[in-house]
């Protein structure tokens, strides 16, 4: 089975904290992507990357960078954590047949 | 910008009976449309998905249906059980690759036994 894992379940940070959420998946998929989830909002997309070292802008970028340095690894950073930062963080990955899967997801809050 | 609406919000049927799910899409190049289902502290996970070469994909008692002519894609689930409660999303491929997707706000089913 495919796995997507993230490395926190619940995170709390102070504002103005440089904060690293980190997703791993096993299936050599090319394609990862990070998405915010909040209520009535649905998912949104902050960033993706179709493959090492590459990183395209989503819907929501601001505030937010990644990292892609192996392909099995995509890092979402929050270079100033802010209280509307304050979401659950989703990770997922697939390949070309685009059958998406998701991580557990990270409730970050900002405090 | 692509956008998809999802109808209901919220949606509570009595165990047994079925429970129907719509989207819109705005996108005319989409060719992918997905379906998840979150339970509660869990990532999304995909339960059926449909390409636009077909018009009804069918797993056992979960349907889609998908009218490309009127950007309409729906969610079919019959003889509904306690464990399908859940907040379902509806998403739809975008890009120039269609390798994106863009998501409903979600649909939250509650069946009662």
């Known amino acids: 089975d495919v796995k997507v894992t993230q490395s926190s379940r619940y995170l709390v940070k102070r504002t103005g904290e440089k904060v690293f959420l980190e997703c791993v998946q096993d299936?050599?998929?090319?394609?990862m992507f990070w998405y915010r989830q909040d209520p009535g909002l649905g998912l949104r997309l902050i960033y993706f990357?179709?493959?090492?070292?590459?990183?395209e802008k989503g819907d929501i970028p601001e505030g937010y960078s990644v990292s892609r340095e192996k392909k099995e690894r995509f890092s979402l950073i929050l270079e100033s954590a802010s209280t509307n930062q304050t979401s659950m963080y989703l990770c997922?990955?697939?390949?070309?047949?685009?059958?998406?899967?998701f991580g557990p997801g990270t409730r970050l809050t900002v405090t | 910008g692509e956008n998809v609406e999802q109808h209901p919000s919220t949606l509570s049927v009595q165990e047994g009976d079925s429970a129907v799910i719509k989207c819109t899409y705005s996108d005319s190049a989409s060719n992918y449309f997905p379906w998840y289902k979150q339970e509660l502290g869990k990532g999304p996970q995909l339960i059926i998905d449909?390409?636009?070469?077909?018009g009804e994909k069918k797993d056992q008692r979960i349907a889609v249906t998908l009218n490309k002519t009127a950007k309409h894609f729906s969610l079919h689930i019959t003889e509904t059980q306690p464990e399908d409660s859940a907040v379902y999303f509806c998403a739809a491929s975008i890009g120039n690759y269609g390798q994106n997707f863009v998501f409903g706000p979600g649909t939250r089913l509650s069946v009662l036994p």
């Open positions: 997922a990955s697939h390949t070309g047949a685009r059958e998406q899967y």
């Open positions: 990357s179709y493959d090492v070292k590459m990183k």
């Open positions: 299936m050599d998929h090319e394609n």
């Open positions: 449909i390409r636009s070469n077909v």
